[in-house]
């Protein structure tokens, strides 16, 4: 069973395909707003766009284990804040930064495994559970942080310098998200683990008459998924300095958004790491021609929620397209 889930040299192409259309709409949109607005393709405004989307872009990459077997996590951006925080809140009780970055991605990751074990305990979707966890995380976040950021921290410390600077020209955030990329695509797509999770969410009563642990799977991706997000907390902290309980509103729908654009199926069983990572590109590159365009944040929402009702209607309209052929 597990060998068969592994994805065929047809769906391997198309999902190449996929991904080589978001590389070409987002250098259309780069180019566009580029012809209009040439300090748009400057180097350091390309680079501060990726900078940017690239906390959004570590949660995105989570977000297609989830996808891929029909789950989904709403939580996410409140894990982002709340790890974000909990490692300030060590480091300004003396603790190493160091030490106390870890601390809060492993906050994430275990907030992230209570929902998928809230999930497999009371039998409901995920999108139930963190829906209600994303209120609740979000609350322990502004609780312990007083409702304020949680500043004063030791700026002269080597890991704000570090985790917040740049090297060999590129923000240290954007080598994260590589190396990230890396090691979920692997993970993916050339383990048996990767192969569970696409079995899972091609057929899960299959999945489950072979004797995969189903609930194991689940509760391990979910903590993958909250993992990461911690990450992507952390790189926040050493960027901006402060641990902040209001951060990475809005984030999860983006994310779940880019991984979509980006290939990945909703009806499960297909995902594309790299294709959620430019699919974040794409969405950052629109948010931020709307910008040099001079449209109002809340026309840039609006934007950016049709881009999502666009993935979505394409992802049905492929699935139709898949299954048509499959039955010929």
Not at 65 to 88: N, P, Q
Not at 309 to 316: F, R
Request: hydrophobic content about 55%; glycine content about 14%.
């Amino acid at each position: 069973m597990e060998a068969a889930a592994k994805s065929t040299p047809k769906k391997r192409r198309f999902a190449y395909r996929e991904e080589y259309g978001v590389a070409g709409a987002t250098l259309g949109i780069i180019l566009i707003v580029g012809a209009f607005f040439p300090s748009f393709i400057a180097p350091e405004q390309l680079v501060d766009i990726v900078r940017q989307a690239a906390y959004v872009s570590i949660m995105a990459m989570g977000m297609v284990f989830l996808l891929s077997m029909r789950e989904i996590d709403l939580s996410v951006g409140a894990i982002f804040a709340l790890s974000g925080v909990v490692a300030a809140l060590l480091i300004s009780a003396d603790i190493n930064p160091w030490v106390a970055s870890l601390a809060g991605i492993l906050a994430g990751a275990i907030a992230g495994a209570l929902n998928g074990i809230l999930t497999v305990v009371i039998a409901v979707p995920t999108m139930i559970v963190t829906l209600a966890s994303l209120s609740v995380i979000r609350g322990l976040a502004l609780a312990l942080a007083g409702g304020q950021q949680v500043g004063g921290l030791p700026r002269d410390h080597p890991f704000f310098a570090i985790v917040g600077g740049t090297a060999l020209g590129l923000p240290v955030s954007v080598w994260v998200v590589l190396i990230v990329a890396v090691v979920l695509t692997v993970l993916l797509t050339s383990t048996r683990f990767g192969s569970r999770v696409r079995a899972i969410g091609a057929n899960p009563e299959a999945a489950r008459v072979s004797g995969m642990p189903l609930r194991t799977v689940r509760v391990i991706v979910m903590a993958l998924s909250g993992g990461l997000a911690g990450i992507a907390g952390i790189l926040a902290l050493g960027f901006f300095g402060a641990g902040d309980p209001t951060l990475g509103s809005g984030y999860e729908l983006t994310a779940i958004a880019a991984a979509i654009i980006g290939g990945t199926s909703m009806a499960g069983g297909r995902g594309s790491v790299p294709g959620a990572l430019l699919g974040t590109l794409l969405l950052g590159s629109v948010a931020s021609g709307l910008v040099y365009f001079g449209i109002p944040i809340n026309w840039s929402m609006f934007a950016t929620g049709c881009v999502i009702l666009g993935a979505v209607a394409l992802d049905s309209v492929i699935r139709r397209v898949r299954a048509q052929r499959l039955s010929l």
